[in-house]
């Protein structure tokens, strides 16, 4: 049986907060729209990563969308730093409140998305045998949404059950009396062995690259603290707004190198005891851009590993040493260095001893064969690009994304990409999404999409597409901006490094979300410069 194609203004791809957002706005201005996602319900990333212990690192009340002051108002967050049910109860909150599910397709895959030049439309194909025609094609497919294939031999012979971070079961794992290895120290690692650890019967962490972590300091949230949020929240947000990071933080005033050792301490200590994200990076102007200032940070958290971990061999193979701080995501933590005081946690140095492969027991690695019951994987994600490139999309002259972006993605603004037009990127590569509290972010680009989109129907236009020199110009900016920091000193997921193959290029933005907003809105404000527009003469391709 062949299903009709349906016409509609937009698809929007993906139903977390980025696509949850950005139908509420399609709405509100009149938009036919369809959005598909493979999950069962709205979240993106907060439905897949249930794993005990996952957790936001950013706070709670600035974790929220700000453009309701009702929903603001209303929602009663109950910690510092939300957890994943939390969050997802959150979003679950927001598709009923503003009726959101009614457009929504779930348990549908996007698998391709053809721009047609004749008709003006993109051509959207899903698993579910469904073709949907829609002008403008929006992918809110998230940063981290597209799991990094297991690249380590013999994963599939281990007999056992295992379970990946980024996919775990809605029904919880059990793992009393069980042996556990956890591969894998990123934030998902970080903030799931401590937990696992106080089930299992015994675990062991297999670490390739130590990371920078401090404790979250989490704690539930006081009611006068929470009403006192509540009754500036509006100030609150356009700090956000005005940002580097999405979070508002006293701005630093001098190098690191300016002040004294104990000086030093006592600001990355506040730091520390603070539990924030951003409290030790921000605390000097120089953190991220200068070697010996970021060194002074770097040996603030060793010292606090060393003095946290009994074992000396075990604390020194927890110490970072190879990357500046801030250049891998740091992470934020409850009790994951204690967790190696366990007598029941062993820590393995993968860079003493590599993996060589996975059994039917276990994992062997150079040294020995460690024989588990269970293997968790938290080994990351094929960041920033795999969500879209796992679609096939293709745009003018059918050239396909994949192909354009073999060496690196290239973009304008993180929004939009030359050759596919009336397709938008809610926090694509080049924007600083992934360095910014992602709330801050998505809605800016969403509100920045829609207005285009407004701006386009007020004009007569149906059609926009990025012009290649002012790609080329965004790209060099973010480019430069990039190579004045340290993040490309280190084989992180911001440069495609965790990925074997993939293109090495640093693929977020740094300027910070209050000037990339600054330099969006003046691109608008220029008639959207950088953009060409059909006349419109072309409004009959509608
Ligand atoms: P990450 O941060 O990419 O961490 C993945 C971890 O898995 C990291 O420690 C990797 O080591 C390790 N890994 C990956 N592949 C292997 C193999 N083959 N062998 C051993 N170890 C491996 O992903 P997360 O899910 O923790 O966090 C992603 C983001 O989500 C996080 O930054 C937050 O923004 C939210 P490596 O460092 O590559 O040596």
């Known amino acids: ?187 998902s690692g970080i903030q799931t062995i401590p937990e696992v650890a106080k089930q299992a019967a015994s675990m062991v962490v297999f670490q390739r690259t130590p990371n920078y972590s401090m404790p979250a300091q989490n704690r539930p949230l006081d009611p006068d603290e929470i009403a006192a949020m509540k009754a500036k929240y509006r100030d609150f947000r356009k700090a956000q707004r005005e940002s580097g990071f999405g979070v508002p933080v006293p701005q630093p005033t001098m190098p690191a190198g300016m002040d004294t050792a104990d000086g030093r301490q006592q600001k990355f200590q506040a730091g520390w005891d603070e539990g924030s994200l951003v409290a030790i990076l921000t605390s000097y102007t120089d953190t991220l851009t200068n070697a010996t200032a970021n060194n002074y940070a770097q040996e603030f958290i060793r010292d606090k590993i060393r003095d946290i971990v009994d074992d000396p061999q075990t604390a020194e193979d927890l110490c970072p040493k190879t990357y500046p701080m801030g250049t891998k995501r740091p992470c934020l933590d409850t009790n994951y260095y204690a967790t190696f005081n366990r007598d029941d946690v062993e820590l393995v ?34 960041a920033m690009t795999g969500a879209l490139t796992r679609i096939d999309i293709r745009g003018k002259d059918g050239q396909s994304l994949r192909d354009v972006w073999a060496d690196g993605p290239v973009s304008y603004l993180g929004l939009s990409i030359s050759g596919f037009p009336n397709l938008f990127t809610v926090t694509g590569p080049s924007s600083p999404s992934v360095l910014s509290n992602m709330m801050v972010s998505i809605e800016q680009h969403v509100d920045w999409i829609s207005d285009c989109i407004q701006w386009m129907n007020d004009q007569g236009h149906t059609v926009l597409e990025a012009t290649p020199e002012a790609q080329e110009e965004w790209r060099a900016h973010v480019e430069v901006q990039g190579n004045l920091t340290l993040y490309p000193q280190a084989d992180s997921w911001y440069m495609g490094a965790n990925v074997p193959g993939k293109p090495r290029v640093f693929m977020a933005y740094i300027g910070g979300v209050g000037v990339y907003r600054v330099v969006c809105d003046s691109i608008a404000a220029q008639g959207y410069y950088g953009y060409v527009t059909d006349g419109a003469s072309a409004m009959a391709a509608k």
């Open 1 to 187: 049986m062949s299903i009709e194609t349906q016409i509609v203004d937009a698809v929007i791809v993906g139903a977390g907060f980025g696509g949850m957002y950005q139908l509420h706005r399609f709405r509100n201005m009149g938009l036919t729209t369809r959005v598909f996602d493979k999950a069962s319900d709205v979240g993106g990333t907060w439905y897949w990563n249930r794993y005990p212990g996952a957790r936001c690192d950013v706070e709670s009340m600035a974790y929220s969308y700000s453009f309701s002051p009702e929903l603001e108002q209303e929602w009663q967050w109950t910690e510092k730093y939300p957890t994943q049910p939390e969050i997802l109860r959150y979003a679950q909150h927001v598709a009923d409140r503003f009726d959101l599910r009614r457009d929504i397709t779930f348990d549908t895959k996007v698998l391709s998305a053809h721009w047609d030049e004749g008709v003006g439309r993109w051509r959207v194909k899903t698993d579910g045998g469904e073709t949907v025609e829609a002008q403008f094609l929006i992918m809110a497919t998230g940063c981290l949404s597209a799991p990094k294939e297991i690249d380590i031999d013999g994963a599939a012979s281990f007999r056992g059950p295992t379970y990946a971070t980024h996919s775990w079961p809605h029904e919880g794992v059990d793992f009393s009396g069980q042996r556990v290895a956890v591969i894998g120290t990123g934030s």
């Open 349 to 382: 140095n993968l860079r003493r001893t590599p993996i060589e492969c996975i059994t039917d027991k276990g994992v062997k690695t150079t040294d020995a064969e460690y024989e588990v019951d269970t293997i968790v994987y938290a080994t990351g994600f094929d």
